[in-house]
């Protein structure tokens, strides 16, 4: 089939999808639950031979363990979250404005859906369900391009979702799983069918598909996030940030890369902040002024080291006048992803939160919490002191 | 000054404009409110010297009455248009979503200003009033580069803007006025610094504009809109609606360019609205079927009549079977701009309200109400019987 014929038919398919109501909607994801739950040995026997490619590759280890469906009970986790996702309220159809602009002249915003989502995501099989759980749920078509490595489980889920959506009413064209083979290029030509690209994955990705595609796309490449460690503050909340903010995954794009931190800082707290580091194995790359422990855990910091994405257990630490000199520092090495403020005197947070210039911005709470899927219990950190 | 000096002006302007309360930037906005006041015969002596030089080089007598400031009480009502825009509503800050996510962790969903925008326009100079207030209110910084027709008008004031915002706290370089001479080209790579760019005139504009940045382009360039006139209507008020669409401005995007009526209603019912387009000089192109009048004004469709914008008094007009047959004309041929349904019948408008897939989707209503700066008084159109 060619991408066109993909791209229309998801179209068409959109043009049916946005009539029906939310009841229909959740039905239809409901129908999916039950099926991929029916066809769970079909499904797992697939995702061996995926896992057993992998090994004889010789692909990472990291990687294997994305892709394994079987483990830590995932297959039912991604089951529960087409449930939960069916039990939301409707996105669909709610007044967000209405404004009498004159007698007999009423206006009206309401929410409605986008069209058609061209969704391209690595290794994770699991994708596929939250994907069309949430397309499906708010009146969108989606174009599924997953990565080669899941091939066999994605082709097995493909059909049963498709076979799940014949019996209801969303079409089945809705949502469409692109098998490696297609050529994804011919796909980001479509403009004329599709409207919003999400790319999910690394930064080659990501930046790849944005310099390939006249479509809009949603995604980021970087993640250049920073904490900045006011003066009036609390240092055991801190040390949990940081902490968490670094360790908890590190090669995640909301992993804090680099830590500011307030001159007006006792010199034994700010001492105390890099031991806490180096008791969890995190590498502090420093300006000269914080060369305070010698560690093999303590490296000087270069010329990049505040323009840098390291996803790994390191992280560039300077110190700062003030919360307007770590604004200013953000603002203009920062990769606008996420950035955190730890502070205990709120106009400093209100300032912060105002003038820092990224999608997500936090007090007192970990960088890592952008992340739609983590669950609070998660949050579990060993910390000195 | 380069283009990349102007959009790293522009950008480091908005980090201050960000952290104003709505106080200061309004404030801002009376400032250059009393300021352009001030200077209205210089800015008015700069304009007649663009009018000038508009006649010398025979340019259409419709542009030359859009360059004009001084007739029709274009200059005070500018004026007034920024005094309104500060008296708004704050529109930065507002908490849209607040969520209790765990003991300790609140999630807030605030409206943020954009950054920096590129708003490209062609000769009405008071646009650089309207934007500036609304650049300035929402805290955006924003570059500007009008049409060469208007080069006096535009230095002039851009002048006027910076000097005041000289006396406010808005930085005077958050709105810099491009003059002809600099190149559009150029800005349009500073995807580093500009988060947007609005293009406001032809679609030639903005189709150029699209397919040369890789910065959002927020903007349309056809306007293909549609009426359909549903079998259970008020052919008082679908007469009213269709020649308000049609007359009213028919070189806007937002003029209606294809009429479809419900085949249901009485043929004496259909010649009624032939005529009314006819006795307002509109020419009608209609498929064999509606060919009911014999009229200079009476023309046959032909293959591209309804893939077409005629910016003119013509109007492509067809029957259908229902209001799902219209639906599905107009999903497939529009421009998704702006579309109509005339009914008395409320299933059946919330039915065309949920599945056309247009930006704006009305009820009874003119397709020319999508443009805001519209005023109702003028709805004043006349019509036989």
Known sequence: MS???????????????KTLSN??????????????????????????IDLKNAETQNLSSSLIKRLDLSKGGKFD????????????????????????????????????????????????????????????????????KGGKESYQTF????????????????????IQLIESR?????????????????????????RHIKSNTKIPVLGHADGICSIYVDS?????????????????????????EQLLINKNIPEEEQREILQTLIDNKVTAHVTPDLKLIESEYVKDAKDDSFDKEYLSFDISVKLVDDADEAIKHINEHSSKHTEC?????????????????????????????????????????????
């Open 182 to 206: 297609e050529d994804v290029a011919d796909l980001l030509n479509q403009d004329k069918y599709i409207d919003l690209v999400i790319p999910r994955g690394s930064n080659e990705l990501v």
């Open 232 to 256: 009036n503050y609390d240092i055991v909340k801190a040390k949990r940030i940081i902490v968490d903010s670094k360790t908890n995954y590190p090669a995640g794009c909301n992993a804090v």
């Open 77 to 144: 986790s991604m089951l529960q979250g087409i449930l939960d996702v069916a039990n939301l309220p409707d996105p669909v159809g709610k007044i967000t404005l209405a404004k009498k602009l004159d007698d007999g002249l009423n206006l009206y915003r309401v929410t409605a859906p986008i069209g058609v989502l061209l969704i391209i995501f690595e290794s994770r099989p699991e994708v596929i369900a939250n994907i069309t759980a949430l397309a499906v749920k708010s009146g969108n078509s989606a174009i599924l």
């Open 3 to 17: 991408s066109e014929t993909i791209a229309k038919d998801a179209n068409l398919s959109f043009s049916k999808l």
């Open 341 to 385: 403020i730890i502070t205990e005197d709120e106009p400093t947070a209100n300032k912060f939160l105002k003038s820092i210039d990224s999608a997500g911005i936090y007090w007192n709470a970990s960088t890592r919490f952008a992340d739609g899927f983590r669950r609070f219990n998660e949050l579990s950190i060993s910390i000195k002191g």
């Open 23 to 48: 009841e229909e909607r959740s039905q239809a994801l409901q129908e999916i639950y039950n099926t991929l739950k029916e066809n769970k040995s079909q499904i797992l026997q697939a995702n061996e």
């Open 155 to 174: 082709k097995v889920m493909s059909g049963i979702v498709n076979k799940a959506l014949s019996n209801t009413k969303v079409p089945s064209k809705a």
